[in-house]
């Protein structure tokens, strides 16, 4: 017995220690946002996996670098500082850099400062030269396909300046430029590098008591006043059908993150709860009884998008990464600012690689992997088995998801939608209960009561029937009888 008891210390003590030290490895506290408990605590989804720094980026070290693309595990990543394209492969190996290419008169050609590439699946690497004012398009061993230079049209404002700091390119070959202080929304141009329109613009914000000054003040006076313009976008993202994800760098918009078809027109499906849009951050949060307060909302700077629809933003303002399924539901939260490894000075990049995501940071110019947990995985594997149907799979792991985090409303959600799908109505009911959705238990409600009356219904009109019959003989079978007294007695 004394064997047992000592094993069992010994064995509790093991895990207390081994859980201290998983704890000191990751330098942030997870959390989520609930429609029951606010903010909330959580297992991490998300831990630094490795960091790369600037000896490991090839000839030198990374130097303010202001972008980064992925395409099939290959990372590309634009040091902007140093004026050159660095390339790894899928172990985060360095490959080689590109710093210039021969132009199409046979001289060499440099960039200068580029902030933006983007990969197409045929490796044809469309680079912001920023300062240069141009797109150059290089076949992956940094021979030149064409350039793209500054657009030219009739509705291009007077003054207007080419500075390209973000591009992605559709399946089409159309390509989306955002230019640095571009206020008219995002750049098309055709597949030959035509000019062709300005695509999702924004809308203007304004304060209205500056509006009403504005309003009443002499022209001399409005000259020396700040003019109300559109917000600009300031990173962009193709999905897999050419649907264009973006995001603005203002504090104040209620749409941080759009989702814009080939027409401009946001469609980003977004949760029926107005207190859980995707905005990242709220500004005050309630831990446990811990209140912490955060001021303002989120900053985003860069988003990726997977194949299946989950997306990632990334938080410049407080170092986050906020990650959301196809229908903008907040799946986990990680990341901060701070000066330890695996926290960020300043971000500007995010991409998948693989189920990884990988941050690029200018402000201490190295990569940053961060691999999915065990919780972190269950919800990846949970969100894309349902997203492909297999609702048996997805229950699986909603369950999984569960077994470490019991206040995780989506996986209640998540059980409760394939039950829906599978008919069992009433059950299904007490998963959106425990999940907080209003929305989809009244689904689950208007079904179950439609089973009812197609149940009970048949029976109970052929009751009424019965009973209305009954009735009718009782009353004819009284008149009769009172009819044979009345007979008798006259």
Known sequence: MKKIIAFLLLFTVFFAIYDVAVFAAVPYRGYIYTV????????????????????????????SPGDLAVR???????????????????????????TSFIDADGSRSYFNSPEGLFVTPNYEIFICDTE????????????????????VSDILPGGFRYFPIRVAVSRSGRIYVIGRGVFHGIMEFSSEGEFSRFLGTNRVSFNPIDYFWRSIATEEQRARMVTFLPTAFNSLEIDSIGFIYTTVGDEGTDTPIQRLNPTGIDVLRRPQDQNLQPVGELSFVSMGTQNVTFAGSSVFVDITVNDYGMYAALD????????????????????????????????????????????????????TVFTPTEYGRFINQAVKNQTLGNDEMATYYWNRVLQLNSNYDLAYVGIGRALLRQGYYRKAMDYFMLGNSRFYYSRAFTNH???????????????V??????????????????????????
């Open 36 to 63: 029951r408990w606010g903010g909330t605590a959580s297992p991490n989804a998300y831990i630094p996996l490795k960091i790369l720094y600037g000896q490991e980026m090839g000839t030198t070290n990374l130097n």
């Open 72 to 98: 099939n595990n290959t990372i590309y990543i634009a040091d902007t500082g140093n004026n050159r394209i660095v390339i790894l492969d899928k172990n985060y190996q360095f490959i080689r850099e590109i």
């Open 132 to 151: 240069n004012s141009r797109i150059v398009v290089l076949d992956n061993y940094g021979n030149l396909i064409k350039i793209i230079g500054e657009p």
């Open 316 to 367: 410049n303002k407080r170092g986050r990464i906020f990650v959301y399924s196809a229908e903008s539901q907040l799946l986990y939260i990680f990341g901060k600012h701070g000066i330890q490894e695996g926290t960020f000075g300043t971000p500007v990049a995010i991409n998948w690689v693989g189920d990884d995501l990988v941050v690029l940071d200018r402000g201490t110019n190295n990569l």
């Open 449 to 463: 009561r439609r089973n009812l009356m197609r149940e009970y219904l048949g029976h109970g009109l052929t009751g």
């Open 465 to 490: 029937v019965v009973l209305s019959a009954l009735t009718a003989a009782l009353r004819i079978h009284r008149k009769v009888k009172a009819w044979h007294v009345k007979k008798e007695v006259g």
